[in-house]
């Protein structure tokens, strides 16, 4: 999930593709080995190095400083930003965040993705999430480009298809 920080969801939505992409093309190539090694190789050292950058991140992260006591009323459930959503949200923008809901699941998430308290509607016993919620922040690429990758990796789509349709004519 660390890959938010830096590319929004949009760059985990284009990992997970590209290794669908990759296995079903190792696949339809049966394994063989000299054929698939390269881009095999070059997409598993990605996905790695990915996987890697993120556990460090959260690794290193800090957990001094201030904090700040929450006590949430609930609100109706949001229909656009779902309570699994806050975790990629908190991570895109390097920022804590407290979700809470009515009639569904309330959480607090502080900026590298941890789940800092949570409560859940339609279990048995008291609603009532009480957080200590960190109120730093951390600096993150996704606030400062936004959805680039998303809008090049599209781009590219189209630029792609018109030499495609280029060559045809």
Do not use: K
């Given at each position: 999930m660390q890959i938010a920080a830096l590319v929004g969801i949009w760059g985990i939505t284009f990992a997970i593709t590209w290794f669908a992409s990759t296995t079903e093309w190792v696949w339809s190539r049966n394994f063989e080995w000299n054929t698939v090694r390269t881009p095999l190789l070059a997409c598993g050292c990605v996905l790695g190095g990915l996987v890697l950058a993120g556990a460090l991140r959260v690794a290193l992260a800090g957990t001094e400083g201030a904090s700040l006591r929450v006590a949430t009323l609930n609100r109706p459930v949001d229909l656009?930003?779902?309570?699994?959503?806050?975790?990629?949200?908190?991570?895109?923008?390097?920022?804590?965040?407290?979700?809470?809901?009515?009639?569904?699941?309330?959480?607090?998430?502080?900026?590298?993705?941890?789940?800092?308290?949570?409560?859940?509607?339609?279990?048995?016993?008291?609603?009532?999430?009480?957080?200590?919620?960190?109120?730093?922040?951390?600096?993150?690429?996704?606030?400062?480009?936004?959805?680039?990758?998303?809008?090049?990796?599209?781009?590219?789509?189209?630029?792609?298809?018109?030499?495609a349709l280029m060559g045809r004519v």
């Open positions: 656009f930003v779902p309570g699994e959503m806050a975790a990629f949200r908190a991570i895109e923008n390097g920022v804590p965040m407290v979700r809470p809901a009515a009639s569904g699941v309330s959480s607090a998430v502080d900026p590298w993705g941890r789940m800092v308290a949570f409560s859940d509607y339609f279990a048995g016993g008291d609603r009532t999430m009480t957080a200590q919620v960190p109120i730093t922040h951390t600096w993150t690429l996704y606030p400062r480009v936004g959805d680039l990758f998303a809008w090049s990796c599209g781009v590219a789509v189209v630029v792609a298809v018109a030499i």
